[in-house]
């Protein structure tokens, strides 16, 4: 039930790993009226990439009450709680999930949050996929105009309403412009968890940024990591870049740092990555940003999203002394807002969430595009990997259907989670390698 628009805004984020975290978190912030005193409470999906404490800590975004849950626990919470927005920060399918889950909360009664969802940054693969499961939010953020184009006209291609597509802007953009070199000239490479996603490229990666090192001792070269051994982000690292760093001759000026984004671009000179969310970050700033095409430019990599962009160059170039121009047109399509027009980009979706909370009778019922009319070979499948049925409604014997968990279920329910994640991220990873000896 949504609390009144005349106190404080309460808002929930349901998000599922670390990065997801942060964009809920902060898109919830900003999608509110500036200045506004909000309440914000968070749930953390339970999974192989629920952050820790460390990693939400890195992200630096703080709630007033934070809790891991599943996806009924969740639901149970959404029927007892009172909140005006509700974020989720999920994958496709959780998103899907939710909503059908909240549909079926809501029927009868017309209260409920407006729900806003979207994505954590480049949306360069499964789009009609992704896009389709995320479908029957009140607002489906696109990170930019070109994304925004692309959402409505796969909504319209397969026949559905299209008016959630709201244009903002990636929610983590900020930071002083970029004024001119630091002493001593940094670069950064910006890593991801999956791309490139072999050993060997991965190492090549890595021996070509220890190299730029060597031919340029002036320069501080920093590798930025996401997470530590063991950990997960959004996406699975199976081999984590300080781990092929281990024993190797590793120059003066070459460190290996973790930290807050923003604050490692406080100190760059020049970002180089593969294609990161990174990239955009420091585009924004106007920090001279590389795109590296070593590995060929290829959808796989997800660098082929910034053609045109007059980033994408190779370490041979970058060894030479080569500074990349941005292409302006194509930065500001990107939502990246370096010419200073940031701080409106959100007010399309604040009008928006203001006059679905002002609608005279509550909110409609949630409508997504899947049902078991248009997608009974799929939908059910997704929904039940959360323990829902194909109404929505909490599958028999579900974790936590009725109750909460008791003081010995808890513990057990933590011992069985980290024997999951140890057979998610440190066993699966050693079969499947040897697998393909």
Not at 252 to 271: I, K, P, Q, S
């Amino acid at each position: 039930m949504p609390a009144s628009a005349t106190k404080s805004p309460r808002i929930a984020v349901l998000a599922d790993s670390d990065t997801r975290w942060k964009w809920g978190a902060l898109t919830a912030q900003r999608v509110v009226p500036e200045g506004s005193d909000i309440r914000l409470d968070g749930y953390l999906l339970r999974g192989r990439a629920t952050p820790t404490a460390r990693q939400l800590n890195e992200v630096g975004v703080h709630a007033d009450s934070l809790r891991e849950v599943t996806a009924v626990e969740f639901l149970r919470a959404m029927r007892e709680e009172s909140y005006d927005v509700l974020v989720l920060a999920l994958v496709g399918g959780a998103v899907q999930a939710m909503l059908h889950g909240l549909r079926r909360l809501g029927e009868g009664s017309g209260k409920r949050p407006v729900v806003v969802t979207g994505y954590v940054g480049v949306v360069y693969e499964k789009l009609a996929d992704g896009l389709l499961l995320r479908h029957g939010a009140d607002l489906v953020l696109a990170n930019s105009r070109q994304d925004a184009d692309r959402f409505r006209a796969v909504y319209e291609g397969v026949g559905a309403d299209a008016s959630s597509v709201t244009e903002v802007a990636l929610p983590f953009l900020g930071g002083e412009p970029y004024t001119g070199e630091h002493d001593p000239y940094t670069v950064v490479f910006a890593v991801q968890p999956s791309v490139p996603d072999n050993r060997k490229d991965r190492t090549y990666l890595l021996n070509r940024l220890i190299e730029h090192a060597r031919r340029h001792p002036e320069r501080e070269v920093l590798l930025k990591l996401r997470s530590k051994p063991g950990e997960h982000t959004t996406h699975i690292e199976e081999l984590p870049y300080q781990k092929l760093a281990q024993g190797m001759d590793l120059p003066a000026n070459f460190r290996l740092v973790y930290g807050h984004m923003g604050e490692v671009l406080d100190r760059t000179d020049l970002l180089v990555t593969v294609s990161s969310t990174a990239a955009l970050e420091a585009l924004h700033r106007r920090i001279p940003t590389v795109v590296l095409t070593d590995l060929g430019v290829r959808e796989v990599l997800g660098n082929h999203h910034f053609a045109g962009s007059g980033c994408l160059a190779s370490w041979d170039q970058l060894d030479a002394g080569h500074r990349p121009k941005p292409d302006e047109e194509w930065v500001a399509r990107q939502g990246v807002a370096a010419d200073g027009s940031y701080g409106t980009a959100f007010d399309a979706a604040r009008e928006r969430i203001a006059q679905l909370l002002d609608r005279p009778g509550g909110l409609p019922p949630l409508n997504p595009y899947y049902t078991t009319e248009t997608a009974p070979g799929y939908l059910p499948g997704i929904l039940a990997r959360h323990h829902l049925g194909p109404d929505g409604s909490p599958l028999p014997g579900a974790p936590a259907a009725d109750k909460a968990p008791g003081p010995v279920r808890q513990i057990v329910r933590r011992a069985a989670r980290g024997a999951y994640r140890h057979g998610v991220q440190r066993v699966a990873p050693v079969i499947r390698r040897m697998g393909e000896l």
